[in-house]
């Protein structure tokens, strides 16, 4: 059974300052790692996805993958308090493989 | 374009008794996935469809549990009897399946959720 492990938080950062978010993944045969943001009583939604090494950006978030540690991060710059949230790492196998998700983290921005 | 439907948002029921979501997915969207969400957790996979065939229901607890999605478009999923550790948020969600898959990351969309409460 593959497995996401998340640090479940709460991870407390000030307005403005970087927010590092972190995943690790068991199956070494993952191919697409995704973030997830979900805001409370709703669904998640996408942030952004990664599956190559390295970092990916997408205006204040940046995905890092490293697959050699099977480690994948986001960091999100200038935090702000709707940044508040729980974020959900999810990771894809080969074809027709299923999205296994980690616990997610839950993110508090202080103004 | 039209998101993940789901029906119906919030359902209250007693132990033992039944209760059935549909979801219907996006358009064009082969992969269609049933997750279960305990407060405080990720979300469970419980059965995948590709089309109208099953992908994995390996999680999905078959003598309580059953899903069905007959044209390959829209979905049921029925519990029965129910338990009070099913109360949680059940998730549809859409993929556009076998095709594009690395590059586009073939990123899966949720609809807003059922939220079933067992009392």
């Known amino acids: 059974q593959k497995e996401v492990e998340q640090n479940s938080g709460p991870l407390s950062v000030p307005e403005g300052a970087i927010a590092s978010l972190n995943c690790t993944y068991s199956d070494r045969g993952s191919q697409s790692f995704f973030w997830y943001r979900q805001y409370s009583g709703k669904s998640p939604e996408l942030i952004m996805f990664i599956y190559s090494n390295g970092d990916k950006e997408d205006g204040r978030f940046t995905a890092q993958l490293n697959k050699a540690s099977q480690y994948v991060s ?38 | ?32 996935y049933w997750y279960q969400q305990i407060l405080g957790q990720g979300p469970k996979l419980l059965i995948q469809f590709q089309n109208n065939g099953v992908v994995d229901d390996s999680q999905l607890p078959k003598d309580r549990f059953s899903a069905e999605r007959l044209k390959g478009v829209d979905s049921t999923l029925k519990i029965q009897p129910a338990k009070l550790e099913d109360s949680a948020v059940y998730l549809c969600a859409s993929s556009l399946g076998r095709t594009r898959q690395v590059y586009s990351g073939n990123t899966i969309y949720f609809g807003e959720g059922s939220w079933l409460t067992v009392v």
């Open chain 1, 74 to 111: 986001l960091l999100i710059r200038d935090s702000q308090p709707s940044d508040s949230a729980t974020y959900l790492c999810a990771v894809r196998g080969n074809y027709g493989q299923n999205f296994v998700f980690g616990p997610g983290t839950r993110l508090s921005v202080l103004p």
């Open chain 2, 1 to 32: 374009e039209a998101g993940v439907a789901q029906s119906p948002r919030y359902k209250i029921i007693e132990k033992r008794q039944s209760v059935a979501f549909w979801c219907n997915p996006i358009s064009g969207h082969a992969t269609l």
